[in-house]
């Protein structure tokens, strides 16, 4: 590795990288020196020379660089990686969320300043995400030091992203470490008990980013008639019917989940109960379906798949989210409870309660915020990189 790799920036564009943003587009820099090699570790500096950051490069991405350290002084070596692995662990013991049954997101990327490496526990084994060519680069590294510092009974990749390509990376996925679990790993939260699939599953397997209001659902539905819109494994209906849901019908467009979900409300002694139904169907269609035999519900859960990857998506996506609402509000009793959320990153809270107010307006109803949500407190987000916030919900009361 060249002794002293180096970016230097166009004129302003330092600013964002001091106040905490930890990206560089290419079309910030105005050179580069030393011909840095995927991964390799460069000094960022202005147009005038001076020091600014020290970063990972990517050549073949257009984020082309995302920062590891301010500091000038700190070296970017295994003890790096080791402090910072270590350090986000001791945030989540300080939360209270590393019991060794349950489950959480140990490391959340930019959030724990580890750009591009999301690792989730679940009991005791890890799932390690790897999107960025710096973090590759440190791969061996970033695996050593979670053994020592977790001792997991096994560790799985699922460096699967299609964020990969961006980068000129092929996705991976395996056993990578420790013990190779053939079966489906069974977690707690919040008083419930779920399985997970690591291997099959969406995303890392579980999306731990809901826990928190998944029990806030446990809270509110006593004696509720809950409806839950793409359902998944049953996270949200689990809960509701722990929470003395009189009915809970969870909807899906993937048998293969409502199998998992429909095993996770026997694993909580909820199974062969005739009041917890699912239903495998396009989540549109079944609202249509609901609506036109006239029932109801007190609780609604909408929360739907990232409708807007891009920027570019973005108007798009705040029409389905508006279609989403205006197919499931007339489902919602007067003074009933719906729960809807978007998970794209690239819309505002703001577009996204435009969206939903124009809903109820399209249905002629009103409505008032319970409490708005966001990701479990595990999912850590630095105050310089606001995308990292991209879970949004409301709790709506509708009249």
């Known amino acids: 590795m060249p002794l002293n790799p180096k970016l230097v920036l166009k004129g302003g ?16 820099i105005e050179r580069v020196e030393d011909s840095p090699q995927p991964g390799w570790t460069a000094d960022v500096v202005t147009y005038d020379g001076r020091w600014v950051a020290k970063v990972g490069y990517s050549p073949k991405s257009q984020l082309r660089a995302r920062v590891w350290t301010l500091n000038e002084g700190e070296e970017v070596d295994a003890a790096f990686f080791e ?33 591009g ?3 989730d526990r679940f009991a005791d084994v890890l799932v390690v995400q790897i999107n960025s060519s710096p973090m590759e ?41 420790g013990e190779a ?42 004696d509720a008639r809950v409806l839950n819109c793409f359902s998944y494994t049953g996270g949200f209906s689990v809960q509701a019917a722990l929470g003395g849901a009189k009915e809970v019908v969870s ?3 993937s048998q293969p989940a409502l199998d998992l979900s429909a095993a996770n409300f026997a694993r909580n002694s909820l199974g062969e109960d005739e009041r917890f139904t699912h239903w495998c169907s396009d989540v549109f269609k079944a609202l249509d379906s609901l609506r036109d035999e006239g029932r ?45 959320f978007s998970c794209s990153g690239a819309v505002t809270p703001e577009a996204f309660q435009k969206s939903v107010t124009l809903a109820l307006s399209d249905n002629h109803r009103r409505g008032r915020i319970l409490k708005r949500l966001a990701a479990a407190t595990d999912h850590v987000t630095d105050f310089g990189f606001g995308e990292g916030a991209y879970l949004k919900g409301l709790a709506i009361e509708i009249e």
Request: hydrophobic share 40%; net charge positive; charged share 30%.
């Open 181 to 222: 679990v053939d079966a489906d790993i069974e977690i707690t939260e919040f008083g419930a008990v779920f399985g997970v699939d690591v291997v099959q599953g969406h995303k890392t397997g579980f999306y731990l980013d809901q826990a928190e209001n998944r029990a806030l659902v446990r809270e509110w539905s006593s």
């Open 137 to 177: 680069y440190w791969r061996e590294t970033i695996l050593n030091a979670l053994e020592a510092a977790l001792s997991p009974r096994g560790i799985y990749e699922r460096s699967d992203s299609d964020n990969r390509g961006k980068e000129g990376l092929d996705k991976r996925v395996g056993w990578v470490r």
């Open 251 to 253: 909807v899906d467009s």
């Open 296 to 340: 109801v519900f007190d609780l609604v859960i909408l929360d739907p798949p990232k409708f807007a990857s891009a920027g570019a998506h973005v108007e798009r996506a705040l029409h389905a989210y508006r279609k989403l609402a205006r197919a499931g509000i007339p489902l919602v009793a007067p003074g009933g409870v719906m729960l809807t």
């Open 83 to 115: 402090r910072r692995i270590r350090s986000a662990i001791g945030v989540r013991e300080k939360i209270g969320r590393m019991d060794p049954q349950g489950a959480c997101r140990v490391i959340n990327a930019e959030g724990d300043r580890l750009p």
């Open 117 to 119: 490496l999301v690792v």
């Open 13 to 28: 564009k330092e600013k964002h990288i001091r106040h905490g943003h930890p990206w560089i587009f290419a079309s910030a």
